[in-house]
């Protein structure tokens, strides 16, 4: 895992980042950057390749999906790929499964004003099965199917039709390692 000096390296960088941009939380590909850096992982901007962000050689995360998220009420929200291109549900499932990243590292910020507040949060891709959800229709206020939601302890992923068929994963806090926590808005 990472160890301490560059998680201490890694607040220093975001904390530079709070002082140029005090209004503007950091996110996506500053965070991936940022984290390259840190992890000294090979990164490219603008990276759309649906099977990882990065390599490095950080044990447990040899190809990390890096992500922005936020925290409300014990719950990380992060949003994943789009699958419009998948028309069944089971279609989607296969392509969620078949993603060769080995785990997710979040920049996730608690829900609320505070922009520059962060917890850098490490899990390992396995927690989601996404075969073994137990998934259901979802309907609009008119009443017309707007995607799907699968469900298991601690563990809620929607697919939202009106936003290209995205991923939103929503996993307690219990599940998931918090590996720093950084407090830059006094």
């Known amino acids: 895992m990472i160890d301490k000096k560059k998680l201490i390296y890694f607040g220093q960088l975001i904390k530079k ?4 941009y005090p ?21 490219n901007p603008n990276n759309h390749n649906t099977s ?3 390599l490095t050689e950080v044990a447990g995360m040899k190809k990390p999906s890096l992500k922005s998220g936020t925290i409300k009420n ?8 789009r699958t419009t291109k998948y028309k069944t549900l089971e279609d989607k499932i296969e392509f969620l499964e078949s993603r060769t990243y080995d785990s997710y590292v979040c920049l996730s ?22 075969r073994s959800l137990d998934w259901s229709n979802t309907y609009n206020k008119k009443g017309d ?6 469900v298991d302890k601690g563990i809620k992923v929607n697919i939202v039709k009106s ?7 929503n996993l307690d806090m219990d599940k998931v390692n918090v590996l720093s926590e950084y407090d830059f808005t006094k």
């Open 163 to 169: 936003m290209s068929d995205q991923v939103w994963i």
């Open 52 to 54: 990882e962000d990065m």
């Open 17 to 20: 980042h709070s002082e140029l």
């Open 109 to 130: 910020r608690p829900d609320g004003d505070k922009p520059h507040k962060y917890y850098l949060i490490h899990f390992d891709k396995k927690i989601i099965n996404y």
């Open 145 to 150: 199917h707007s995607g799907w939601v699968g």
């Open 74 to 81: 014990g719950v990380l929200t992060i949003s994943s790929h």
């Open 23 to 43: 209004s503007l939380p950091l996110k996506a590909e500053q965070f991936e950057s940022l984290f390259a850096r840190v992890v000294q992982g090979q990164w």
